[in-house]
């Protein structure tokens, strides 16, 4: 009997379909302090961990199991499931006094700022003032430090919330493909409501496989949900679409089937990649969409092709900005540590700079000789013109260090402007402040740019119909696929020589391909970002 998957309700609960959580040896509760509002309602948002029960959740936040199943209508169906979400009716004594929003009975959710946010972001996110959140967070200037936690007022998600008719708060079960193996399931063809984003009719045209193991976290519901946007728009601009949706999770799907595609999408992991391509044997394009690390498996499979740009592409794009800035009277340092010469990313930046016609000095120090590092600094820098300063390194103690030794320059009077590798907006213990202060600029396969009327449509019709922000994975996949279909759908079986002519935008990630050696096609796009003094974060365009 073939295999029905059944999405989540309304796809809010975007986690893992993982086995019911076991009742015995109960996991203890910890009090969630993420609040949503959804139907004029606030709830608390609660991540179901392993062998935790519904009736230890529900002691722990003071409600009832009855007040579960009716704010999750679907838990009836699908039972209690690790790291679905949760939705737990909130009360105020759920919480500690201190967490109350400081301006009186003032409602409101808690946004935690990611690396590459700033306030007017956050602000244009929700739809609030600049003013309105600072006033309710008792801030004082603009200034936000990474996974500071801010109240943001409940007004902001009344616009978030779906109409009162949409399909999209119904479970959704997808029909299977008549002729096709047990684990494959195409988009849905019954929902009744044109607004919801699973009435996507399937025709004869562009026709492509998503591999993808549905039930084996949030990082793939959220590719597979910018996947399923992309194809609601590009059916409504008049594009005919077949795509079929292949769980991984079931097991591998059959050859036969993905060989008769235009490409093949998925999976994200290297591991699964590499899966896929053995079963296809080169017989269709299968295309990497998330995973730098993949590139490897180009020398030794064919009809592969890679979407994240490679990190040497990275650093050498980053090499080329830093020589395109630089003007008379700027100073340009290089700066590595000592011990790590065989790592890829100062290797690469290294050869780069190498190549360049410019003059600038090469400071290699290690951590432990950090505190005398101004002292070189200050024999190295100039107080006239800009010190563009070039970190090469991944390390983020090394980085840290750094930042620490840049910040003591520039309070004594030193321009300072750094370039440095996009893995540094990773680090956690940097506060992205820092950042802002050295004007950092990076060279990046992906990012956001929230300005952008595209982006500003995009992430309004994802919040309204699944609740919740989208993630790079999400974007990702929505640019993935639109650029892919309308590719094939322009050029028919000549697709694959068109791609790379030129460079196109996509909301997350520009696309322009290079052939290498083995007669795969990998992107060469990247994107420059500068982290600005009043705390923006600019695209350069």
Known sequence: MKRLITLLASLLLLGSAAAVAQEYVSTPVTISKEKVKLNDKIYLSHVVLERQTLFGIAKAYGVSVDDLYEANPSLRQTGLQKNAILLVPYHETTVQEEEKAPQGDVSYIEHTVKWYEDIEDIARRYD???????????????????????????????????????????????APVADAAENVVAVPVEQPADTS????????????????????????????????????????????????????????????????????????????????????????PVISPLDQKATVLSTYYHNFIQVPSAAENQYEDLVAWLNEDTEEGDTVILITEKGASNIAAP???????ARLTLDYEILNYAI????????????????????????????????????????????????????????VRTFDTIEGSAYHDALLHISTTYFADYTDPEVERFVQAYRALFHTEPS??????????????????????????????????????????????????????????????????????
Do not use: C
């Open 128 to 174: 609030v003032t600049v003013k309105e959140i600072m006033e309710l967070n008792g801030l004082k200037n603009k200034k936000l430090g990474t996974r500071q936690v801010l109240r943001i007022p409940v007004k902001a998600v009344a616009a978030e919330e779906a109409p009162a008719d949409s399909t999209a708060a119904t479970p959704v079960a997808i």
């Open 197 to 284: 984003l699973l009435h996507i009719r399937t025709h004869e045209g562009v026709d492509f496989s998503l591999v993808l193991p549905l039930r084996s976290g949030e990082l793939n519901m959220d590719f597979y949900s910018g996947v399923l946007m992309a194809l609601k728009d590009l059916e409504a601009e008049g594009n005919k679409v077949q795509a079929h949706i292949y769980d991984l999770s079931a097991g591998l799907p059959p050859m036969d089937a993905l060989i008769k595609s235009d490409f093949v999408l998925g999976p994200v992991a290297s591991r699964d990649l590499e899966a896929i391509l053995q079963r296809v044997d080169s017989k269709v």
């Open 347 to 353: 290797v690469a930046i290294r050869s780069a700079m």
């Open 368 to 423: 432990v000789e950090g505190r005398s590092m101004p002292t070189r600094l200050t024999e190295a820098m100039s107080l006239e013109g800009a010190n563009r300063i070039v970190v090469a390194t991944e390390s983020e103690a090394f980085m840290g260090d750094v930042v620490r030794n840049l910040g003591i320059m520039q309070g004594k009077g030193y321009d300072v402007v750094m370039y440095a590798p996009s893995k």
């Open 472 to 541: 790079q994975f999400a974007f990702q996949g929505y640019d993935t696929t639109r650029y892919f279909v309308q590719t094939v759908a322009r050029y028919g079986n000549a697709w694959l020589h068109h791609l790379g002519t030129k460079k196109e935008k996509g909301m997350h990630t520009d696309f322009q391909f290079a052939t290498d050696a083995n007669g795969n096609l990998h992107n060469t796009a990247v994107r420059r970002i500068v982290f600005r003094k009043d705390y923006t974060t600019t695209l350069e365009k």
